[in-house]
């Protein structure tokens, strides 16, 4: 067998617990169209929401096939200017660098990557699913000696130490414990790697998670963090911030278009406006340094 480091994708997942595993189940069933239908129009498939200013003209087209198809490809330039945002501050990288997207779904963020460095990617996703249609995407844009995915646990990827030059989380923190993955990313990282991560968090000046906080963790079987423990988290794990962006704002314009979206709303998207507008759920980058 080949070992962890040779980009085999078909080592064993690490021995899950029983909520990784109904994680894992979630993600190998899911086939939202808010995820499938963005995607086939570039075959990028980010599993994140979106960020910057809407052409609300879509929603003023009399043709109602037309309509939804303009909505659609909106969306989706908002999600792929959210992970170009985050790509941004991975550099700077080189063709002979290699980077690790914990959580990477359907692959779209490594696709974002490599495209924008030509460094080597490697994601890890704990749905044998996701792993297998987005290694299947890789060989359809013919990268796949460069871009590679993985059914592992992010947690405990057999990666060796200090092999990747940078690193991010992409809306997926919530499904762990922050020190084991921040400890994981830290010990992949080489000295001075930088660490990316975009998240909804939940602002503990307020206390206790609100009671939208609530139900997005029932909606995605998550469990949101509160912000400062994000940075102590860091802290105890040898990743310096260096950025700090609240993205909230820019945010919104996204769920704000995505709820009149009759075709792709899941019924979270009112839960999400409340929870960004009373301020108890923020969205926020945070780039950091390995030291």
Not at 38 to 48: F, V
Not at 85 to 114: I, K, M, N, W
Request: charged letters at 25%.
């Amino acid at each position: 067998m080949k070992t962890a480091d040779a980009g085999t994708t078909t080592a064993p997942v690490p021995t899950q617990s029983t909520y990784q595993t109904r994680v894992a189940d979630y993600w190998n069933a899911e086939e939202n169209p808010v995820n499938l239908e963005l995607g086939k129009l570039d075959d990028l498939y980010h599993h994140h929401y979106g960020l910057g200013d809407v052409d609300r003209s879509v929603l003023d087209d009399p043709d109602p096939v037309r309509r939804r198809e303009r909505i659609t490809a909106e969306l989706h330039r908002l999600e792929h200017a959210q992970a170009e945002l985050l790509a941004a501050h991975l550099g700077p990288l080189t063709p002979d660098d290699r980077v690790f997207d914990a959580g990477c779904g359907r692959g779209g963020g490594s696709v974002v990557a490599h495209l924008r460095y030509g460094c080597r990617a490697d994601g890890v996703t704990i749905s044998a699913k996701q792993a297998e249609f987005a290694n299947a995407q890789a060989r359809k844009r013919g990268i796949d000696d460069r871009v590679r995915y993985h059914h592992r646990n992010m947690l405990d990827t057999g990666f060796a130490a200090g092999q990747f030059a940078a690193s991010w989380n992409n809306e997926s923190t919530m499904y762990v414990e922050l020190d084991l993955l921040f400890a994981e990313h830290a010990r992949l990282l080489r000295r001075g790697g930088r660490y990316v991560v975009i998240t909804g968090c939940y602002n503990d000046t307020y206390g206790q998670a609100s009671r939208e906080v609530s139900l997005i963790n029932a909606h995605y079987i998550c469990d949101i963090h509160p912000r400062s423990e994000y940075f102590r988290a860091m802290a105890r794990n040898r990743l310096v911030p260096v950025h700090v962006e609240d993205l909230t704002a820019a945010a919104l314009p996204y769920w704000d278009l995505r709820k009149e979206a009759d075709h792709l709303v899941t019924g979270i998207e009112d839960t999400f406006l409340t929870a960004y507008r009373n301020g108890s759920f923020q969205y926020l980058l945070i780039a950091a340094d390995r030291v």
